[in-house]
């Protein structure tokens, strides 16, 4: 079971913890009945197998915890640069309707141009954006900076 509890790391924490009983209750009849059984060695194998099992299973969980966190961050920030992307797209296609002339606010926008008021995946934080009606929109997120 130790042995497993190093190729299976989830499953292994749970095989670890029986290497580790099944080895200490090996000790003890062994130690009880020293004349009529042997295999301490076995047991002392299978209670350092299911220590080590347990250390490296709560290892890979670790390691596997930071790339998780790693790739939703890195999504969060891909979704956040295309919301903004969208909304530079709306503006654009709202001035070629209107000659020229771009939005002033985020509600010229919604719901004809865009579904919703995007915000950041990462908090729910408004874009910052500057408005004006001659040029594109400047947009900034407070966690991702601009496009």
């Known amino acids: 079971m130790g042995i497993l509890a190093w190729v299976i790391p989830f499953a292994g924490i749970l095989l670890a913890i029986l290497a580790i009983i099944f080895g200490?209750?090996?000790?003890?009849?062994?130690?009880r009945n020293p004349n009529f059984l042997t295999g301490t060695g076995l047991a002392v194998a299978g209670l350092v197998l299911g220590v080590v099992g347990i250390g490296i299973a709560i290892l890979f969980i670790s390691i596997f915890v930071q790339v998780?966190?790693?790739?939703?961050s890195t999504a969060q920030e891909k979704t956040c640069k295309s919301q903004m992307?969208?909304?530079?797209?709306?503006?654009?296609?709202?001035?070629?309707?209107?000659?020229g002339r771009y939005p002033t606010s985020i509600s010229q926008l919604v719901p004809d141009y865009i579904e919703t008021e995007y915000r950041c995946p990462k908090d729910n934080a408004k874009y910052v954006i500057?408005?004006?009606?001659?040029?594109?929109?400047?947009?900034?997120?407070p966690n991702h900076g601009s496009i």
């Open 24 to 31: 200490s209750i090996g000790i003890k009849r062994v130690n």
């Open 68 to 72: 998780f966190s790693a790739a939703q």
């Open 85 to 99: 992307r969208t909304i530079l797209s709306a503006s654009d296609i709202y001035a070629a309707y209107y000659d």
């Open 130 to 141: 500057q408005w004006s009606e001659n040029a594109r929109p400047q947009i900034t997120c």
